[in-house]
């Protein structure tokens, strides 16, 4: 029987994989055949004196999964309640990058073995990684406000919107101006941000604790 994260992968995995198997779970297949037959007997640690080739692709493998997996916590314990949302889309960016690297190193394993070239499709891969990158971006900049809707749900810009809106300075001030307080005469102009941004569908809103 082959060997199973939950009792032979290392303390996150063990942790994690029962969430994430669900959406990834060529992770451990990858790993059953690939990786962990490169571990030392017994422990999780890579065999001494690997394959320079061998032991990149096995530490490329395994960080695709560690970013893959923080980003997964901070959604599922809401971390902060979404408030620096763009850190998620930064771990799930730095996933789609791993993954996309775990390939090529294992593309030029094969090759090296097969002496012959072998290419695998990531077309997919590389389009979700063109679309996590405008998040991506944003961590380099102003962080970038969200507003709450009338029963205090974060809502969350949704793929496109830094574009759509100009950048994130404008995304910010216009966010800012629904977060303050009302002015005289302004009641209920949070409100009206929320309903113009939400009717545009700008924003998808962040479930309430204890929802799925």
């Known amino acids: 029987m082959p060997a199973l994260l939950a009792d032979e992968g290392d303390d996150l995995e063990k942790e994690s994989w029962p969430d994430l198997k669900q959406y990834f779970p060529h992770y451990e297949v990858f790993w059953q055949l690939h990786v962990y037959p490169l571990r ?6 890579l065999r001494k004196e690997l394959d320079e080739d061998l032991e990149r692709m096995a530490i490329l493998h395994f960080s695709t999964y560690v970013s893959l997996s923080r980003g ?4 599922k314990n809401r971390s902060e309640d979404f408030k620096y949302f763009e850190e ?11 993954a996309g ?12 073995c097969l002496k012959n070239e072998i290419a695998i499709h990531t077309e997919k891969l590389v389009k ?13 900049g102003n962080i970038l406000a969200t507003i709450r809707d009338s029963n205090r749900r974060r809502l969350i810009p949704k793929a496109g919107l830094p574009d759509d809106l100009g950048g994130g300075e404008t995304t910010t ?13 302004e009641e209920g102009g949070a409100e009206t941000a929320y ?10 809103e962040a ?3 204890g929802e799925d």
Do not use: D, M
């Open 207 to 209: 479930p309430h604790s």
């Open 101 to 112: 690297e775990t390939v090529c190193q294992f593309c030029l394993i094969c090759g090296k």
């Open 88 to 98: 998620i889309y930064a771990n799930l960016f730095c996933a789609s990058e791993l």
């Open 173 to 185: 001030g216009h966010q800012c101006s629904a977060n303050r307080p009302a002015l005289a005469g």
């Open 195 to 204: 309903l113009r941004t939400h009717q545009a569908r700008f924003a998808v």
């Open 40 to 45: 030392s007997s017994g422990i999780v640690y």
């Open 128 to 140: 979700v990684s063109t679309q996590l990158k405008v998040y991506r971006n944003l961590i380099h």
């Open 72 to 75: 997964f916590s901070k959604i």
